[in-house]
């Protein structure tokens, strides 16, 4: 299956990071290299090195990124390890760095992964297949209470409660192995008359895929480390889908723009935390109607910007 994926706000994220043609870039999920290729077709002399954990993404980007050769080099791991791996390669500084946090269409559709509801499938929903942990581990062996955490908190499901008792009450009888078989659960455990406005399962897988993957953990443990490798006027662009993801953004940016932990009856600063740059989004950029109209999978996309002094 072909690897796709909608570049989400393309044009605004290609200007916003403001590319220049000598440049060291960074594209930290690469996915199917549709900003990269964007990135790396502005470079004269400049370079762009693209990250990513998935297998399939690798192999597509590096295909398609084959023009642009002399420019960028791929590279498979977990974006937060990027600026470690970089440095012992030698580069410790980038003109700009992008996160597109969303999950690709690929990962979606192709039904073996175990992401979507819509197909019958093994629950791994891995988006590194060399890790360990799968969907099916979550579900059979998390505790009713780590369970309602998850989904009550990535999901934002206000079922979460008794999604998570129907799981394990189901898994008593039986073991939860595929994606039907958790759906049937999810559907029993909301009330007809409530299965409105969506899949009634969609928020509850979206909160196994986040747990399975670490992906807010990951994104916070990620982004002083990210901004401090900027070069000054050196811009970070992150684009999310999830309120959760998106105050991790939001948190992150402002306390780098004013990390000063002073009471605020100070008259002056004595902790002598310095601002390292400052927000150019006080409000996200997100999706125009026509992207919207091209693509429903973006509407719950926001774009943040930092800027490096």
Do not use: W
């Amino acid at each position: 299956m072909e690897f796709k994926h909608y570049s989400v706000m393309l044009e605004e994220t290609i200007e916003e990071l403001k590319i220049r043609p000598d440049g060291i870039y960074m594209d930290g999920t690469l996915g199917g290299a549709g900003h990269s290729s964007e990135i790396a077709k502005r470079l004269t002399t400049g370079h762009l090195y693209g990250i990513d954990q998935d297998a399939a993404a690798i192999e597509t980007a590096t295909e398609r990124l084959k023009p642009y050769k002399e420019n960028v080099t791929v590279i498979r791991n977990n974006y937060c390890n990027a600026v470690a791996d970089l440095a012992e390669r030698g580069v410790t500084e980038f003109d700009g760095i992008l996160l597109d946090l969303g999950v690709s269409s690929y990962q979606l559709d192709t039904g073996e992964r175990g992401f979507s509801y819509r197909y019958d499938a093994p629950l791994d929903m891995r988006m590194d297949q060399r890790q360990t942990l799968t969907a099916k581990q979550i579900v059979n062996e998390y505790s009713e209470s780590d369970l309602y955490r998850i989904i009550r908190d990535y999901g934002e499901d206000k079922f979460a409660k008794n999604i998570a008792k129907h799981i394990v009450a189901a898994r008593k009888t039986k073991k939860i192995e595929t994606t039907f078989q958790l759906d049937e659960i999810i559907h029993a455990a909301i009330p007809a008359k409530m299965r409105t406005g969506g899949h009634p399962a969609k928020q509850t897988f979206q909160a196994i895929r986040i747990e399975c993957n670490s992906e807010l953990k990951v994104l916070e443990n990620s982004l002083d480390e990210m901004i401090k490798a900027l070069r000054p006027g050196g811009r970070i662009c992150i684009i999310t889908f999830h309120s959760l993801e998106d105050r991790i953004v939001k948190t992150a940016f402002r306390k780098n723009e004013n990390p000063c932990t002073c009471p605020p009856e100070f008259p002056v600063c004595v902790c002598g935390k310095k601002s390292l740059g400052k927000v150019i989004t006080r409000k996200p950029i997100t999706p125009s109607e026509k992207e919207l109209g091209e693509n429903t999978r973006s509407a719950s996309a926001k774009l943040r910007v930092f800027e490096r002094e």
